[in-house]
Structure formats: C-alpha cells, structure tokens
T-cell receptor, first 114, second 110 residues
Framework: ETGVTQTPRHLVMGMTNKKSLKCEQHLGHNAMYWYKQSAKKPLELMFVYNFKEQTENNSVPSRFSPECPNSSHLFLHLHTLQPEDSALYLC?????????????FGSGTRLTVV | GQNIDQPTEMTATEGAIVQINCTYQ??????LFWYQQHAGEAPTFLSYNVLDGLEEKGRFSSFLSRSKGYSYLLLKELQMKDSASYLC???????????FGKGNQVVVIP
C-alpha cells in the first residue's frame, strides 16, 4: 500500500462501453497525474492536476476525460476506446507540481479493450 | 525534447551484482530518480540524485554524472525479490514533470 489507491485493479471493456477509473490519495498532496504504461514503452504522461485544476493535457484523445473533484480524488472517464488503448493506467501524486521529490504511484488499473 | 535510454532486459544470478545504466538528454534537469516496479504493482521510489557522485542505500547504490548525462543503479547481493523493472526518470526543471525511460527488466535466477 503506497498511499495512492486505484480501482478497479483490472477492467475489461468493449469499444462501445463507458467506464471510469478512480484514484484516491490521502497523503495531503496537491498534484495528481494520470500516466499510461504500455509494454516496452516509457510511461506516458496524460493529464496533470494541481490544486484540482487541470494544468496539462498531453495531447490525449477526447475519448479519455479526466475529472478532479478535490485534491484527494482523480477520475479517468473512458468511452468508445480502441484496442490500442489497452494498457496499465497509473495514477500518481506529489506534494505539488514544483516538487522535485518524485511521485507516489498507485498500483494501476490494467485495462483491456476488446 | 527528451530522450532517456535504458537497456530493456538483463538476467543475473542470485547473490551477484548488477549495474543498470541510464543515459539521458533532456531539456532542463533537476535530478534523477530510480523506481522499482514489480509486475502488477506500483512503481516505488528507490533513489534520487541531483549532484554528481554515488548515493548508497543498503544493497542499492545510484550514481550520477551530469556532465555525461549518465546514471547507473547498482544492485548488490541480488535476491530473487529483486526481479522487477527498474525505471529511470529525470525531473525536468521548468516543465515540472518527471520524464521516464522504458524501464529495465531484471530477472534474477537461482
């Protein structure tokens, strides 16, 4: 347990489904991140939130829609995904965006799009 | 721009020493991190280097040369539980973000 909790751990969804990934942290951190981790590729930054405000959308397709209702919770809403979106989706948090002390990661949601 | 390069996989014997290299070319630098990630689990923090030199922490040590854009993670007295992916990440000053390499999968065999 790292202090960042992601649910569900595994998700299989059809291309026409709508689902949501959830991330929760009670570390008192103010910045939260969504990363995509595909096999043999570096972690790809998707979205950044700082004090609940989205500060970065790293050219992510609109079929991924983030939501940050408060500093402790982050969601990733998914709809009409493609098979190539199958990956491990990692949530991370840090004290704030300027923190050079690294991130605390959740265990991820393993997403399979069929 | 950014380019962070790590070998993709290596195999080593229990009790041995393994060195995992990372070279980087990034726009802005304010430190380098090493994370360990077991299959299906969260990446967990191992070390942070911002100044040149060696940082030792138990069986793990990390080295940085800023002028060469180079770091390595040294794992001593390998144990089976050390089988994992090791991620190198650079903190990009100015962007305020961590840029990751692809990770190096270390397999420890008896």
């Amino acid at each position: 347990e790292t202090g960042v909790t992601q649910t569900p751990r595994h998700l299989v969804m059809g291309m026409t489904n709508k689902k949501s990934l959830k991330c929760e942290q009670h570390l008192g951190h103010n910045a939260m991140y969504w990363y995509k981790q595909s096999a043999k590729k570096p972690l790809e930054l998707m979205f950044v939130y700082n004090f609940k405000e989205q500060t970065e959308n790293n050219s992510v397709p609109s079929r991924f829609s983030p939501e940050c209702p408060n500093s402790s919770h982050l969601f990733l809403h998914l709809h009409t995904l493609q098979p190539e979106d199958s990956a491990l989706y990692l949530c991370a948090s840090s004290q704030d965006m300027g923190s050079a002390y690294g991130y605390t990661f959740g265990s991820g949601t393993r997403l399979t799009v069929v | 721009g950014q380019n962070i390069d790590q070998p993709t996989e290596m195999t080593a014997t229990e009790g041995a020493i393994v060195q995992i290299n990372c070279t980087y070319q990034t726009s802005g630098f304010n430190g380098l991190f090493w994370y360990q990630q077991h299959a299906g689990e969260a990446p967990t923090f191992l070390s942070y280097n911002v100044l040149d030199g060696l940082e030792e922490k138990g069986r793990f040590s990390s080295f940085l040369s800023r002028s060469k854009g180079y770091s390595y993670l040294l794992l001593k007295e390998l144990q089976m539980k050390d089988s994992a992916s090791y991620l190198c990440a650079v903190w990009q000053d100015g962007n305020n973000r961590l840029a990751f390499g692809k990770g190096n999968q270390v397999v420890v065999i008896p």
